[in-house]
């Protein structure tokens, strides 16, 4: 008779995806891992096909409701060189030409970084490419966030994550300094300094918002109807540098860069800088382009930070 609840039906599909986890392993293929079944390929046949006949269910009972799609959200926009207003009290320094991404890392995007580090290491022997930065703890392993898998799996779905509604292509959060540098590393790339992300976000005339130079509540990530949290970096039309096209530079997440400042408690130790506001901060309360906002630690990690790359050649030539 099938599930007669929302809750007799989720813990169908949790305990198909239980079966199919025991009974897959993953088999090296010439470009990317696959999932494969082991002997047990009618068990796992069978309960293949009872989560997705119960998925469907689930978006059958749901309207309009779909698995997001991963889509398309890596171009860069390049940032011409030259004199720009900066900071506060209004400096002009210069800078070279470069290229930053349109839109914050998405989970997506994230998410084929691990693939590839596990691919690497699933190669026999084991391909060991060194992203991390020099001085990273040595008791940190790895760049997957301690709650990945479960924050992954919500984005796929396009549910909810600690309360708040996720997808495939919101800004990856959760993710420290030393894992932000290590992604932008593999993408043969680097972390903006704090002049590179004030430049993209402000322009050449020092605007204190991507829109211009008064608050507007009504232009931020943290005002989409149906999310509460994180949007697609894409999402927002207002919250974009003109002219230019950099997207969320105003809020969706805080960023690192790679400027380091000093500890505000600790003296002599530096410590990388934030910058932009997140869904966190009050939308009344906004500040502005120029705050920096100096953490405690690079290993600190939370809901409400996330980064972009820059590039200081034309990305399109790679491609």
């Not at 391909?127 to 991390?132: A, E, K, P, S």
């Not at 909810?160 to 894992?179: I, K, Q, T």
């Not at 593999?186 to 004030?198: A, D, I, K, M, N």
Request: proline fraction near 9%; charge should be negative.
């Amino acid at each position: 008779g099938g599930p007669r609840s929302w809750q007799e039906l989720l813990k169908e599909v949790a305990g198909a995806e239980k079966d199919i986890a025991e009974r897959t392993t993953y088999q090296v293929k010439t470009t990317r891992l696959r999932r494969r079944p082991r002997r047990w390929w009618w068990a796992g046949a069978t309960a293949t096909a009872a989560a997705l006949a119960a998925v469907g269910v689930y978006y059958a009972m749901t309207p309009g409701s779909a698995p997001p799609e991963p889509r398309q959200l890596d171009d860069m926009v390049r940032v011409p060189g030259g004199v720009f207003v900066y900071g506060q009290d209004g400096e002009t320094p210069t800078l070279p030409t470069f290229w930053i991404d349109q839109g914050e890392v998405t989970i997506a995007e994230y998410a084929e970084f691990l693939d590839a580090l596990e691919y690497m290491e699933a190669l026999d022997p084991p391909q060991h490419m060194d992203f991390d930065h020099s001085d990273q703890p040595a008791d940190k392993k790895g760049h997957e966030p301690p709650n990945w898998q479960e924050y992954y799996d919500a984005a796929v779905r396009g549910t909810r994550f600690e309360g708040m509604l996720v997808d495939v292509n919101c800004p990856v959060a959760y993710v420290d300094w030393w894992d932000a540098y290590a992604y932008a590393k593999w993408r043969g790339r680097r972390l903006p300094t704090e002049q590179e992300w004030e430049k993209a976000a402000r322009g050449k005339t020092g605007l204190l918002y991507p829109w211009g130079d008064e608050p507007d509540a009504s232009k931020l990530v943290s005002n989409i109807e149906g999310y509460e949290g994180w949007r697609p970096v894409d999402s927002v039309p207002g919250d974009k540098t003109t002219p230019g096209g950099v997207f969320g530079m105003a809020g969706n997440v805080s960023e690192w860069t790679s400027t380091l400042a000093p500890h505000p408690d600790l003296f002599g130790r530096q410590v990388p800088v934030l910058r932009g506001a997140s869904f966190d901060d009050d939308p009344e309360k906004l500040p502005n382009l120029t705050v920096r906002r100096i953490v405690h630690d690079p290993s600190d990690a939370g809901p409400h930070v996330g980064f972009r790359t820059v590039a200081d050649t034309n990305p399109s030539f790679d491609r």
